[in-house]
């Protein structure tokens, strides 16, 4: 893993532990980066799924959600 790959994950795995602390103000600042985070990567593969000829099909089946919900949150970006 490149230097700043493993500087990401370590710091997702610190953000993650923070989302489970018992001070609200740490916990739920953790929550809404975990929720960057998710976004980002959820782009960042479905990006990459439609570079390999993946159909909005097999991205929504991924995801676990309908054709018309990936295709209408990320169309747009993907220019497909």
Same mark, same amino acid.
């Given at each position: 893993?490149? &230097?700043?790959? *493993?500087?990401? +994950?370590?710091?997702?795995?610190?953000?993650?532990?923070? !989302? $489970?602390?018992? #001070?609200?103000?740490? &916990?739920?600042? *953790?929550?809404? +980066?975990?929720?960057?985070?998710?976004?980002?990567?959820? !782009? $960042?593969?479905? #990006?990459?799924?439609?570079?390999?000829?993946?159909?909005?099909?097999?991205?929504?089946?991924?995801?676990?959600?309908?054709?018309?919900?990936?295709?209408?949150?990320?169309?747009?970006?993907?220019?497909?």
């Amino acid at each position: 893993m490149a &230097g700043t790959e *493993a500087h990401e +994950a370590d710091e997702a795995v610190h953000t993650a532990q923070d !989302a $489970l602390n018992g #001070d609200p103000s740490v &916990g739920l600042r *953790a929550v809404a +980066a975990l929720r960057r985070l998710t976004e980002r990567l959820e !782009a $960042l593969q479905v #990006d990459s799924a439609r570079r390999k000829g993946w159909s909005w099909d097999e991205i929504g089946a991924a995801l676990g959600v309908s054709r018309q919900a990936v295709h209408k949150k990320h169309a747009k970006r993907t220019g497909r």
